[in-house]
Antibody, heavy 120, light 107 residues
Framework: EVQLVESGGGLVQPGGSLRLSCAASGFTFSSYDMHWVRQATGKGLEWVSAIGTAGDTYYPGSVKGRFTISRENAKNSLYLQMNSLRAGDTAVYYC??????????????WGQGTTVTVSS | SYVLTQPPSVSVAPGQTARITCGGNNIGSKSVHWYQQKPGQAPVLVVYDDSDRPSGIPERFSGSNSGNTATLTISRVEAGDEADYYCQVWDSSSDWVFGGGTKLTVL
């Protein structure tokens, strides 16, 4: 069974750091792009970062310079290092598998999410 | 940046057809993907590449895309289809973009 399981969420003070992890199973992890997507309570989905099979990384302006996505294929694991956290980063963070290229790029498997709360 | 616009809500009676739109500049030139998210659950891909369905998704779910509007159509709506629906595209300047989401209410 293809599965993604996130961990590492929690309560952190503004300006603090947190590292999220995503454990993948049931597929050849190294062959897929991977993404992080977040959702604030009652709000929509927001793409946060992506990493390609070659380690190329992508970020929207809202997190560029503060968040770092990485992967460890030997451990079938995806990570998101989040620094300089703000209240606006409070959300459920989902790990998702990417398939397709360019315009055809979509997210076909999602984890259940881990909650990050930034508050003093 | 590329913007996708969805209506906040759509209501439909059971057995009827629901149509959820996703507007974007020349969206017809892009591939549109749709996700269903039920309360407390992770999103699920229900339509990809405008009109294809992943395995396990009922044929009642279909999609179309032309001009400035993509549409997710759910035929013979059931109570279990009540959920939030999001469209998504990839854009060369904005990377992965989601619409704001549409809450489907089954009356």
């Amino acid at each position: 069974e293809v599965q993604l399981v996130e961990s590492g969420g929690g309560l952190v003070q503004p300006g603090g750091s947190l590292r999220l992890s995503c454990a993948a199973s049931g597929f050849t992890f190294s062959s897929y792009d991977m993404h992080w997507v977040r959702q604030a309570t009652g709000k929509g989905l927001e793409w946060v970062s992506a990493i390609g099979t070659a380690g190329d990384t992508y970020y929207p302006g809202s997190v560029k310079g503060r968040f770092t996505i990485s992967r460890e294929n030997a451990k079938n694991s995806l990570y998101l290092q989040m620094n300089s956290l703000r209240a606006g980063d409070t959300a459920v963070y989902y790990c998702a598998r990417g398939v397709g290229y360019g315009s055809g790029s979509k997210l076909d498997v999602w984890g259940q999410g881990t909650t990050v709360t930034v508050s003093s | 940046s590329y913007v996708l616009t969805q209506p906040p809500s759509v209501s439909v009676a059971p057995g009827q057809t629901a149509r959820i739109t996703c507007g974007g500049n020349n969206i017809g030139s892009k591939s549109v993907h749709w996700y269903q998210q039920k309360p407390g659950q992770a999103p699920v891909l229900v339509v990809y590449d405008d009109s294809d369905r992943p395995s396990g998704i009922p044929e009642r779910f279909s999609g179309s895309n032309s001009g400035n509007t993509a549409t997710l159509t759910i035929s013979r709506v059931e109570a279990g289809d009540e959920a939030d629906y999001y469209c998504q595209v990839w854009d060369s300047s904005s990377d992965w973009v989601f619409g704001g989401g549409t809450k489907l209410t089954v009356l």
